[in-house]
């Protein structure tokens, strides 16, 4: 078993740096074309302007990593605060990563170059893909992750060394306002037009607990090289994509006057700058986004594609340039692929960590026979598709992908503000609230401008917040019992030396705390004594000298046998633990059972699907074919019971609800 203290801690910068650049860097590849449709050749202002936030947030973020080195995701973040405001945040980040997967798998498509009234057939069949690859828990697919993101790193390197050349042009041509976009309303929403440029960084705070120690150092190496690289190849881009685009309706200047200095003809910067394709298109004439012209779409949803043709192009001529050009448009397709491939995995694991928590259903947190969460995979690669057949164009996407991921990083900001038990300076707390008010008012305008966002996130946190309401209402009562102050052993080192020699026995097969109470009521009624059985499997890779674990260091085995020990006293049955660790769980449980001579054999259903069973096998099917006749066979779907930490004698603090912990069952949680 891994423990938050015991996991390993592998992921050091130099790994974590391109996982968080396969989140964030990803951004640019929408970003800027988003940014000049909205704005034109004003947009490399508004990017520098993004780009101060970016730091801000990076540098906070760098905060949340080091309060929280075992996950600072806004869940974790806010949990503590308030679980209802975890629930809300973690359902935000969930609507972030729904459009992810449809934005990402849009325009990785879009990079590809495939005809769009095809896009959205390959999409969906890419999803359906990307499901059964994740269904088989295939790990190799982090490995492609990381060398896609290494390439696309250097692809955009060496398309920004290429730019170089139209950085004069594109700056001279740059203008502080253009048509349609004059009052201050019109600037800011031009500027949340393009907030989704944040897209990724919370991915850097759910790292924190494989990262190598010490946290902060390693987050700090983490994100401020990618931040860098982000910022300064996005304002290249920028500037770049000013010198080689002009909006679709506006003619190029070709007016040419004499450089002062060298006398040589150069084109004139234009007196009047030409309005911007949203305010030419959308505003002033009408049309949707979606029916824009193509030559539109073509910089607006591809622009470093475009940048990379046109500069290789003119540096090694037309056809090594188009070769580059496809070259890395392959290489930024991928990329986007496999963010969504990311974003799937992140929806599975927000939800599994919602029903982990009784937030959310339990089914959610059924395991196939890899360990992942089926039920919860099918969910993840269901939504986009229903995103996308709704909506699959870029410019409506980016607008849905905003409100989601400014949210969850208000709150993360809000919640780590606000706890005061935090390692959090002062200067630092008082920044942390800064950053949330900005953020909020972000928010507050995505809400107000973007309608259809908002009633995208209202029904994802009606669903959630519906479901979570009905399930705590459904629920039958949970048994609470408070923990010992002493622990589980020394409930264990009570439990008598000397087994009766007569009397019926039962044999309880212990998997977490489910159980307990039905078999020592029903030992008290008949005057028998319980026998509880914790078999830790053992894989035969770990059947090593020295390594096979004791129960003093398995703390899971501790609380349900313990559980059990503290229930049977208290009711007067007496009880018999045994703690064995084997390969085989069917083999030892039918040989305690039939060697210490008991009557009953209680056991919990098996929850696994069915074609998991049919590959792993049914350890209940095989007990029950295997069991000698006189012994009764029980199956039983309990509950987990709740716990309740006992206050530390002499703190004066008593128990929280805080301090309440959930025993689950022991599958592994989502890799």
């Known amino acids: 078993m891994l423990t938050a203290e015991s996991r390993p801690r592998e992921l050091s910068w130099r790994h974590a740096g391109p996982l968080l650049f396969g989140d964030w860097g990803t951004s640019r590849l929408y970003v800027l074309g988003l940014a000049f449709y909205a704005t034109g050749h004003a947009s490399i202002y508004y990017l520098i302007a993004m780009a101060f936030i970016m730091a801000s947030v990076a540098w906070a973020y760098t905060v949340v990593c080091r309060c929280f080195p075992d996950g600072g995701g806004v869940y974790t973040a806010a949990r503590p605060v308030s679980k209802s405001l975890s629930v809300i945040g973690a359902t935000l980040l969930l609507c972030d990563f729904i459009v992810t997967a449809a934005l990402s798998a849009v325009e990785g498509f879009h990079y590809f170059g495939l005809a769009r009234e095809w896009t959205v057939y390959a999409v969906i069949g890419t999803l359906i893909l990307l499901g059964f690859v994740n269904a088989l828990g295939a790990k190799s697919a982090g490995r492609l992750a990381l060398v896609i993101a290494v390439l696309a790193i250097v692809s955009s390197a060496v398309i920004g060394v290429l730019c ?57 190496r983490t994100i401020w090289p990618v931040l860098i690289e982000v910022i300064i190849l996005n304002t290249v881009f920028a500037v770049a994509l000013n010198a080689v685009q002009d909006p679709a309706h506006a003619s190029r200047v070709v007016d040419t006057i004499p450089d002062p200095v060298t006398g040589r003809e150069v084109l004139a910067k234009p007196s009047v700058a030409a309005t911007p394709d949203h305010v030419h298109y959308e505003i002033n004439n009408g049309i949707a986004s979606e029916d824009v012209p193509e030559e539109v779409k073509a910089y607006r949803d591809t622009a470093v594609k475009l940048l990379a043709l046109d500069s290789a192009k003119n540096a090694f001529g037309p056809r090594v340039g188009h070769a580059f050009g496809i070259g890395t448009a392959i290489v930024f397709g991928l990329l986007l692929i496999s963010a969504v491939n990311t974003a799937i995995l992140a929806m599975v694991s927000v939800m599994y960590a919602l029903a982990r928590d009784g937030e959310l259903p339990r089914v959610l947190t059924r395991l196939n026979y890899s360990g992942v969460p089926w039920v919860g995979l099918v969910i993840a690669c269901g939504l986009p598709v229903g995103v996308l057949l709704i909506t699959s164009d870029v410019n409506s996407l980016g607008e849905l992908y905003a409100i989601g991921v400014v949210g969850a990083i208000t709150i993360n900001f809000f919640s780590c503000a606000w706890n005061k038990e935090l390692p959090i300076k002062r200067w630092e707390r008082g920044t942390l609230w800064t950053l949330a008010g900005l953020m909020t008012c972000i928010e507050l305008t995505i809400i107000v401008a973007k309608p259809h966002a908002t ?61 307990i109470r039905y078999a020592v009521d029903r030992a008290r009624k008949r005057g028998a004594v319980l026998f509880g059985i914790y078999v830790r499997v053992l894989r035969v890779l770990d059947a090593q000298p020295g390594t096979v674990p004791k129960i003093e260091d398995d703390p899971q085995a501790q609380q349900s046998l313990g559980m059990t020990a503290m229930l049977a006293r208290q009711a007067g049955v007496p009880f018999f633990p045994i703690y064995i660790n084997s390969t085989d769980i069917v083999a030892e449980v039918l040989d305690y059972t039939v060697t210490f001579g008991c009557d009953e054999l209680i056991m919990g259903k098996s929850r696994r699907s069915v074609f998991s069973r049919a590959l792993a096998g049914d350890v209940v099917a095989q007990i029950s074919r295997h069991l000698p006749e006189e012994v009764s066979l029980i199956t039983r779907a309990g509950r987990p019971t709740k716990i309740l930490r006992q206050p530390i004698a002499g703190d004066g603090k008593a128990t929280s609800a805080a301090d309440e912990q959930e025993v689950e069952d022991e599958d592994p949680p989502p890799s």
């Open 164 to 220: 170089v050349p139209y950085l004069r042009e594109g700056l001279s041509r740059a203008v502080t306002t253009v048509p349609g976009v004059g009052s201050g309303w019109d600037r800011w929403q031009s500027l949340v037009r393009i907030v989704l440029a944040l897209s990724g960084v919370e991915a850097v705070a759910n790292m924190t607990g494989m990262m190598k120690l010490p946290v902060a150092k390693t987050a700090k």
């Open 455 to 515: 009633i995208f996130a209202g029904f994802s946190l009606a669903a959630v917040l519906g479901a979570r309401f009905a399930l705590r209402k459904l629920r039958p009562p949970t048994e609470v019992i408070h923990a010992p102050q002493e622990g589980w052993l020394a409930e264990l080192a009570q439990a008598p030396l000397k087994v009766p020699p007569d009397g019926e026995r039962i044999m309880l097969a212990v998997r977490g705390t489910e159980n």
